[in-house]
């Protein structure tokens, strides 16, 4: 029964992994760009969410509402006016600006905030569970899973039913084209890293309300949602669902053999899927 | 089109400004080597500094560079090299000067599983999964209780006494132990670094570094042109992790004082290599040099400014990238048309110009 | 006045010039032919065209108005569609799909709509699910017609529509060239196939190296004029 437990955890923990993934999943799969500001981008959304909470006492609930389209504005215009500049067939310029942004982003934090951790006030939501015959399942969790599952059903109805999706799906085959249709690909690059942020703005919320968070933990939350996105397959929205569950089992399998594994069985089991399986579990057919 | 009259033409490699910047540099190397006996303890220690991040970001460009490599997970090389020198020193009782190869040693052999995995990931994607390797590896040190775990260890007094050559340095320049250690640390910085510098000069002046050109500017081309891309890439993440470890572990050697987060640090070891490398101008051995004495000035001006001198490194960067992608040294060169390190085969023609159009 | 006209229109592809002052003039309700061998400008005069290469802003005019310096999408968005060279249907997209994003940019009501591609294409209807580039070659060329039609075009290019496909498939698609014509769109077409061009087009031009070598209407056109347009004159080989 412990075991069922463990494993109970394990998937709701990948909920939040899938969270932190889905975002970067997004962007990738558009525009092929990786960028290793993510998770840092998170942290700073978990802050803003605090700054919001602190000065205007909104519940997170709330204040992510408000967030959300301040994050939406940030990553449009840093998609407009600073990646679109080195998307190209070069890899190495988005990596290192993203890489010099993430270093930005970390220590401007550490200065607007030092470096104590903090946590969202949950008014005793984070405490909260509810028992499913044997198991007692954290509201937190359970909501962060859920959460989880509806973000990457909306994001797959924007992508495959609406026309911004269509536009999404051609621009990412090929931009040229694209813009012989009346398609702005940097207009849709700027809006696709807007939406990332919404999701790295929901993402904040969990984070925040289920841990502490400090300025320095956001390489981490990218290097568990690259994990995912890999082992999902690139683009594919569910697998990285499933790539964030699978991360989030095994760190929960490994933790409760000892706890110092927590981490490291996360990564050898992503280490293990790209041994069987390069190109994740849900490689899209088209590349 | 007339053909080339082969007897007339000649290919060179070398320019003027190479050969004056040849006899510059032996005096330069000639200086730097007699430095000890001239400068103080204080200026050492900032030249050794400069010199194993300049072998860093040697490393680092050949990878990124030269090999179309992006890997941020280099700390997995500097910190398995300074953990293997601890390892032996403290364990088998290595005298740490011939550790430093083994660290080299260790790194390589820590590179090749590293890069049967990265190697399955494509672009972008190889960059993150350098990091993850890099993590993991710090992660099972960290486990590694008899060299401290999680806190690290120190190298014991008893061993710190017994470095190859500190007598002989105390008794030539007349100094303490501490002193004789730093001496021999720069030196042995010296020499790490022009042997890294020299070895990539020579690699890509063969016929190998024609081949790693092709193979970092289109893979596809390349294989099409018979060059073994893959096995390239192998040679050359293996020979960075190498000069990377050995160097990782003269560090530790010298702070004689070693902890995973330290050792395995992303931001000391990849992060300010990497800014060193881009300012300066990446795919250059220029650029690498121009690019630490940068990163040298601006640490010693904010330093004291903590994550602002950070953001200000990450803000430059970031300009660098957007601006002038090929750096400090590319802006140069684009405008002087100066080369010190020439790779590049030039058909030099000693006559007039003669290959007037027809047709 | 003419509905587009190029005046010296030069263009580069790096230290490479491609195309050497090219006039050319395009009528309200004119199709024209521009007809030529590989190399000689063809596809980059159609790319000029269509905003995918800059160029200053008065090589081209398009209804009185200076667009040589517009991007693409806002080429588009005034009124030129563009068949590209290969077809260049979306992977990701379905049939369907494909056609609807024709419209992107310019959603104007006027003779082309998703029925009326279907009417012109029938075979696409039954397939309008499958991925675009599931269909047979001539099947994508009719995907890549219906799909520029989608935004009612009042200029419509097509580079090479009949490259790479059977004589018996190039037949049902030049079939359809009379009905775009009678729907009042305007037309480019870019052709190797000579016997095709001069069958639909008004007017031809002719181009060689990168230049306008020969223009006229097909029947003022001798053989051996477009043959020494085509090829060069003999003499000078």
């Known amino acids: 029964m412990i075991w069922v437990n463990t494993i109970v955890q394990g998937i709701l923990l990948g909920g939040l992994y899938a969270l932190f993934a889905a975002g970067l999943s997004l962007v990738f799969g558009i525009m092929r760009l990786v960028n290793l500001a993510h998770g840092d981008l998170i942290v700073l959304g978990a802050y803003l969410i605090l700054l919001l909470v602190t000065l205007l006492g909104l519940s997170p609930f709330v204040a992510v509402l408000v967030a959300a389209p301040a994050m939406f504005a940030l990553g449009w215009a840093l998609q407009r006016y600073m990646l679109n500049r080195v998307l190209g067939d070069d890899i190495l310029p988005p990596l290192l600006v993203t890489f010099g942004l993430s270093i930005v982003l970390q220590n401007a934090l550490l200065e607007g905030f030092s470096a104590d951790s903090q946590r969202l006030p949950t008014a005793g939501l984070a405490s909260a569970s509810i028992e499913l015959g044997a198991i007692n399942v954290g509201v937190l969790p359970l909501m962060t899973l859920v959460t989880a599952v509806l973000v990457i059903v909306v994001l797959n109805q924007i992508f495959y039913r609406t026309r911004l999706g269509r536009a999404f799906r051609a621009t990412s085959d090929d931009a040229v084209t694209a813009s012989l249709m009346g398609i702005k690909p940097a207009n849709i690059f700027a809006v696709a890293t807007g939406i990332a942020m919404i999701i790295v703005t929901i993402a904040a919320l969990y984070l925040g309300t289920r841990a502490n968070f400090d300025p320095s933990v956001g390489p981490a939350r990218l290097i568990y949602a690259f994990e995912a996105v890999i082992i999902g397959g690139l683009g594919s929205l569910w697998g990285t669902l499933l790539g964030g569950i699978i991360i989030g089992l095994a760190q929960t399998l490994g933790a409760a053999i000892n706890p110092e594994w927590q981490i490291l069985s996360g990564h050898i089991a992503f280490l293990l899927v790209l041994l069987v399986r390069p190109r994740g579990l849900f490689p899209r057919a088209v590349d | ?359 | 006045m003419a509905l587009l006209e190029t005046r010296n229109l030069t263009a580069f592809y790096g230290d490479f010039q491609a195309l050497f002052g090219v006039d050319i003039r395009v009528e309200e309700g004119e199709t024209i032919a521009i007809i030529g061998a590989n190399g000689a400008g063809k596809t980059t005069l159609m790319r000029s065209l269509s905003g995918v290469l800059k160029n200053v802003p008065d090589a081209i005019t398009f209804e009185g108005q200076a667009i040589g310096d517009l991007p693409a999408d806002a080429v588009m968005t005034r009124g030129i569609a563009m068949v590209p060279e290969g077809r260049k249907l979306f992977p990701s997209l379905s049939v369907e799909e494909n056609l609807m994003i024709g419209s992107y940019g310019r959603q104007i009501k006027g003779a082309w709509s998703l029925d009326a591609v279907y009417k012109l294409f029938p075979v696409l209807q039954e397939r309008r699910n499958n991925p675009g580039t599931a269909l047979s070659g001539g099947q994508q060329q009719m995907v890549a017609i219906g799909r520029a039609l989608m935004s009612n075009p009042r200029l419509l290019l097509c580079d090479e529509i009949s490259l790479g496909l059977a004589p018996v498939v190039i037949k049902d698609i030049y079939a359809a060239i009379p009905r775009i014509k009678a729907s009042g769109a305007s037309m480019v077409i870019v052709e190797q196939d000579i016997g095709q061009a001069l069958k639909v087009a008004d007017r031809v031009y002719c181009m060689m190296e990168g230049r306008i070598t020969l223009s006229g209407t097909p029947e003022a056109l001798s053989r051996e004029a477009i043959h020494d347009a085509y090829f060069g004159k003999v003499e000078a080989a």
């Open chain 2, 1 to 359: 089109m007339t053909l080339i009259n082969a007897s007339s033409h000649r290919v060179e490699i070398a320019t003027s400004a190479s050969r004056l910047a040849a006899i510059a540099g032996f005096v330069i190397v000639v200086l730097l080597f007699a430095a000890p006996a001239f400068v103080s303890r204080r200026l050492l220690q900032d030249l050794f500094f400069i010199l194993t991040m300049l072998g860093l970001a040697q490393c680092w460009n050949l990878l990124a560079g030269y090999g179309g490599l992006v890997s941020i997970g280099q700390q997995a090389f500097v910190g398995i090299g300074a953990y293997a020198l601890f390892g032996t020193s403290i364990l088998l009782g290595v005298n740490p000067v011939p550790a430093i190869l083994i660290g080299g040693v260790v790194a390589a052999l820590l590179a090749i599983p590293t890069a049967f995995f990265a190697f399955r990931l494509a672009g972008a994607y190889f960059a993150i999964g350098t990091w993850v390797i890099a993590e993991i590896v710090r992660l099972l040190v960290a486990q590694w209780k008899m060299l401290g775990g999680g806190t690290g260890t120190s190298l014991p007094n008893s061993i710190r006494r017994e470095f190859w050559f500190t007598e002989t340095i105390q008794d030539l320049f007349g100094v303490r132990a501490a002193a004789s250690r730093d001496i021999l640390a720069y030196w042995l910085a010296l020499i790490l670094v022009l042997s890294v510098i020299g070895g990539i000069y020579w690699l890509l002046r063969s016929r190998r570094g024609l081949a790693l050109s092709a193979v970092r500017d289109n893979l596809q081309a390349a294989r099409s042109v018979g060059v073994d891309a893959l096995r390239m890439r192998w040679f050359v993440f293996i020979s960075a992790a190498f000069g990377t470890g050995m160097i990782g572990a003269l560090i530790y050697m010298q702070k004689a004082r070693i902890s995973p987060d330290a050792a395995f640090s992303v931001q000391d070891w990849t992060a300010y290599v990497i800014f060193i490398v881009v300012i300066g101008g990446i795919g250059t051995i220029e650029g690498p040099i121009i690019g630490v004495l940068v990163f040298f000035i601006l640490q010693a001006l904010l330093a004291d400014f903590g994550s602002w001198y950070l953001m200000i490194l990450g803000v430059i960067g970031i300009a660098v990238m957007l601006f002038a992608p090929r750096g400090l040294w590319g802006l140069f060169s684009d405008r002087t048309g100066i080369q010190l390190f020439p790779i590049r085969r030039r058909l030099v023609r000693p006559m007039i110009s003669n290959d007037k159009r027809e047709g």
